[in-house]
């Protein structure tokens, strides 16, 4: 995995690139019953299958962020098939410390990491997939600005955010935190 570049903070969250050494607690994290509920691919990882999918970081169009709360760190956010003609991505984000559920660091870390995607990847639109059920996601994306764009199972919605409406929340918002 290349050196981390990519570093961004602000009032105690950081978000960097995952290194090699992140690569188990990423394991743990992604393998947790309050996180695999929510994903798409819900099963338990395996560590060959996870350290194949890790090695490909580098070789698709995805970023992957750590973020933390002063040194702690905290959740996973992830960037991938980013689409530099369209200017679109999509992005994932997951708590892997139960502490930190429900706290308003993940928030800020989220604000972080799509004003980067907007403003830095020059990204116009960003999509995400929710799982129906999960209220708080629902309500935090409702809350940016996201709006539901397709149906993609009994279980998930594709949600996109476009960067314009994403400006006008994001300047609300991160006033909140300051």
């Given at each position: 995995m290349k050196k981390s570049t990519i570093s961004l903070?602000?009032?105690?969250?950081?978000?960097?690139e995952a290194q090699d050494s992140d690569k188990l607690k990423i394991y743990n994290w992604r393998n947790l019953d309050h996180v695999r509920s929510w994903m798409r691919e819900s099963d338990l990882i395996s560590m060959r299958?996870?350290?194949?999918w890790f090695r490909s970081i580098d070789q698709k169009k995805?970023?992957?962020?750590?973020?933390?709360?002063?040194?702690k760190d905290i959740g996973v956010i992830s960037i991938k098939d980013i689409?530099?003609?369209?200017?679109?991505?999509?992005?994932g984000a997951y708590v892997g410390d139960i502490e930190f559920l429900g706290s308003p660091y993940n928030v800020l870390?989220?604000?972080?990491?799509y004003n980067y995607c907007f403003e830095k990847l020059k990204i116009n639109k960003i999509r995400t997939s929710?799982?129906?059920?999960?209220?708080?996601?629902?309500?935090?994306n409702k809350t940016l600005g996201f709006i539901v764009n397709k149906n993609l199972d009994k279980f998930f919605d594709e949600h996109t955010l476009d960067k314009n409406?994403?400006?006008i929340n994001y300047n609300r918002l991160i006033k909140i935190f300051l």
């Open positions: 903070k602000l009032l105690g969250v950081n978000l960097r299958d996870h350290l194949e995805k970023i992957l962020l750590i973020y933390s709360f002063y040194q689409n530099n003609l369209n200017h679109e991505a999509n992005l870390a989220i604000l972080l990491a929710i799982h129906k059920s999960n209220k708080s996601a629902l309500r935090l409406i994403f400006k």
